[in-house]
């Protein structure tokens, strides 16, 4: 073999190794999904699956633009009250959005207490009863460490109740 083969082996196995060894990924404007978030699981009541598949469900609530649906979870070491974290957070979350069509359900767990907040526009749309049913559930929900099944079945009931005919 001549000496010019040579370097285009070394060469050819050089950027090959070289090219496996880079574990850092290029990013590139196909590679980027940006990552839409509505579950805050700040005291992780869910685990990944739970999380991503809660995150699925409310996004595509979302997508049609009327409503926007948020979970929160925290720790609250400070024992707040659950009002006081949820008007904190009702903005926060999502600051650039329009609030005014947000559900919010947040869980303080050291005070064991968790609080459904509607926007004033929405709470004019379900009644204290049917809000008072669907927390009642939660409890049960909640009491038995079935957080996901019992967010899920909440924002399910919510939605419908919001997205009836007037």
């Not at 000496?3 to 880079?22: A, P, T």
């Not at 700040?42 to 809660?54: G, H, I, Q, R, T």
């Not at 707040?80 to 600051?95: G, I, Q, R």
């Not at 303080?108 to 207490?113: A, N, Q």
Request: hydrophobic share 40%; aromatic share 12%.
């Amino acid at each position: 073999m001549s000496r010019g083969k040579y370097w285009h082996l070394i060469l050819f196995f050089f950027f090959v190794l070289g090219g496996c060894n880079n574990s850092e990924k290029k990013v590139t404007a196909e590679t980027v999904k940006e990552e839409i978030k509505f579950v805050f699981d700040y005291s992780f009541l869910l685990n990944k699956n739970e999380k991503d598949s809660l995150n699925d469900l409310l996004n595509s609530i979302n997508n049609s633009g009327q409503l926007e649906f948020l979970y929160c979870s925290v720790s609250n070491d400070e024992g707040l009250n659950v009002n006081l974290l949820v008007e904190n957070y009702f903005d926060a979350l999502k600051p650039n959005s329009d609030a005014s069509k947000r559900v919010l359900i947040l869980i303080s767990v050291k005070t064991r207490d968790f609080k459904i907040h509607l926007s004033p526009e929405l709470a004019e749309k379900i009644s204290e009863d049917e809000l008072n049913s669907i927390s009642e559930k939660l409890i049960i929900d909640f009491g038995v460490n079935e957080f996901y099944e019992g967010l899920t079945s909440a924002f399910l009931q919510i939605h419908l109740l919001l997205m009836r005919p007037s």
